[in-house]
């Protein structure tokens, strides 16, 4: 079965294949918190790159944990936390009080450091109200929440659409990953993943979307793909 077919997982039941310098943007948040947890648990060594370092608390302490501090909207310190890294990952998301662009500018900022220290694997999150031409055509409850999210959230959406196009526009072996509802459930490990037929029943707990973008990384399955990632 090929990633657009929509592909039934279990994640995080492998052996990593090797250790990677991983940089996490958004690393204190919701989703960045596991992300990081899981990344060490796995052997890597993550750069954490944090507004508020304190947020991290005892992981602080880790020995495969390096945190380096600063803002996403400033270039030069997105730049420090990028070089040397194997890969790159971004689990921003739109706080309250963000900047309207978030997305793109730090996307921006993360892409041109990349360039500058020879960083190619990239994986970004953006949620799957950013539809592409390769999605199946929406349910019915599919197309009142995409039309809630313009409504409600339209500038929130249209970031996450350029900031997707900026990054779909570069040579990098970037992966888009589009969750849906997230909650704070538990890890399963089961998902289904790929261009898939979403509606407002489909949710997806931080921990799985933690474990499944961090598979991501450590394979070559979603290169240039932009999954929608749910649990069935």
Request: hydrophobic fraction near 40%; include cysteine; glycine fraction near 10%.
């Amino acid at each position: 079965m090929t990633p657009s077919d929509g592909t039934l997982m279990v994640i995080g039941s492998r052996d990593v294949l090797g250790a990677v310098r991983i940089t996490i943007l958004g690393s204190t948040g919701r989703t960045g918190l596991p992300l990081v947890d899981r990344a060490l648990d796995a052997g890597h060594d993550v750069v954490a790159f944090a507004r508020t370092p304190s947020k991290l608390g005892d992981r602080r302490d880790h020995e495969r944990l390096t945190v380096v501090a600063g803002d996403v909207t400033d270039a030069d310190a997105v730049a420090e936390a990028v070089a040397g890294a194997d890969a790159v990952v971004s689990v921003l998301g739109h706080a309250e009080g963000a900047p309207d662009d978030l997305l793109t500018v730090a996307g921006d900022h993360a892409i041109a450091a990349m360039r500058d220290h020879g960083v190619d694997r990239y994986v970004t999150l953006v949620g799957a109200g950013v539809r592409t031409t390769r999605d199946p055509g929406q349910s019915l409850g599919g197309r009142v929440m995409n039309a809630a999210l313009r409504l409600f959230a339209g500038t929130v959406l249209e970031d996450a659409r350029r900031h997707v196009d900026h990054v779909t526009d570069t040579d990098l072996d970037w992966t888009v990953v589009r969750p849906p509802r997230l909650t704070e459930g538990p890890y399963t490990g089961e998902i289904e993943a790929g261009y898939l037929r979403l509606g407002v029943g489909d949710s997806l707990s931080r921990e799985n979307l933690a474990a499944f973008v961090l598979s991501c990384v450590e394979d070559d399955e979603w290169v240039r793909e932009l999954p929608m990632v749910t649990e069935r």
